[in-house]
């Protein structure tokens, strides 16, 4: 299983809920759900047909680092269940053990809460045709990649599988789920981010920006769910190569992206076989952020 990679996960003694474009996420019961973190990987929101074997292990230990360290900040969906008690079988378990999170069920917010640092992606897009993101207004004269004079919230909508995430503004956010929450959001968010970030430029990596996504929990409780800051929901940069006015080198699946745009591709399903090289590659940097992350 290492050597190909997990694509997709065969349990049967629980029922599957949803397959995704990365996690498999079967109920556990009325409160809980196992979420596994496969091999497979997406971009521009297509499921790619290879794997990057062991890559939902290095996300899922990034993650769980993570959620250890905010814990303090904000409660996350992690619950005390033990994988043992939940996969009594030991085959079930193998495909699961190491890459999976045992979580509470919430009622998951239709928001992605985008955090950013610095201008690149759809918000460098959207800053060239705007001077804006998201409805903040940006100084003129900022070049790809640069660093923002401050971090901003930049939310989105979030997508059913297979569309692409859109980017609203916070006061659209707001009229979605209230003010109040969506204050809320924000606040933590750009805490959560301004801590990690500076966590990882100490570490020569920089984050260049992030996604969080949040469900309110039986009592209402604002609970961060999902993954957080990994490679496949964040941009990492090698801050020692960084410099504005190109994509800089990187640390997530940007390497993919970056490969796949030099084909003549739609980006429409299906998607083309990644070579070896960008699998070798891939694997390799998400490693390298893993390893100086969390050692």
Not at 75 to 86: A, F, Q, T, W, Y
Not at 212 to 235: A, C, K, N, V
Request: glycine content about 6%; hydrophobic content about 40%; aromatic content about 8%.
């Amino acid at each position: 299983m290492s050597d190909a990679g997990l694509h997709t996960t065969t349990i049967q003694s629980l029922p599957l809920t949803y397959r995704g474009k990365v996690r498999d996420i079967y109920t556990i019961d009325e409160h809980h759900w196992l979420i596994i973190a496969t091999d497979r990987v997406s971009a521009f929101d297509v499921i790619l047909p290879n794997t990057i074997p062991n890559k939902g292990k290095l996300l899922t230990e990034l993650a769980l680092f993570w959620f250890e360290k905010t814990a303090d900040k904000v409660p996350n969906h992690l619950s005390d269940l033990s994988l043992e008690d939940v996969l009594p079988d030991s085959a079930e378990r193998a495909q699961a053990q190491g890459r999976c999170m045992i979580a509470k069920r919430l009622q998951p917010l239709p928001i992605e809460a985008v955090v950013r640092g610095y201008l690149i992606g759809s918000g460098w897009k959207d800053y060239q045709a705007t001077g804006q993101i998201c409805g903040i207004e940006l100084p003129a004269g900022l070049q790809q990649a640069d660093a923002l004079p401050n971090v901003i919230f930049t939310p989105a909508t979030k997508a059913e599988l297979g569309d692409h995430d859109e980017n609203i503004s916070f006061d659209t956010m707001s009229d979605t789920v209230g003010k109040d929450l969506a204050e809320a959001i924000r606040t933590t968010s750009i805490d959560l981010y301004t801590q990690a970030a500076a966590y990882a430029k100490a570490r020569g990596i920089l984050i260049a920006d992030t996604k969080f996504e949040f469900g309110l929990d039986e009592s209402g409780q604002l609970t961060l769910m999902d993954e957080i800051l990994t490679p496949d929901s964040s941009r990492f940069w090698e801050a020692s190569t960084w410099a504005p006015g190109a994509s800089p080198a990187s640390f997530d699946k940007q390497y993919v992206r970056d490969w796949l745009e030099t084909l003549d591709w739609d980006k429409t399903p299906p998607g083309p076989e990644l070579p070896q090289n960008v699998i070798d590659g891939t694997l390799n940097r998400y490693r390298e952020a893993v390893e100086r992350l969390t050692q």
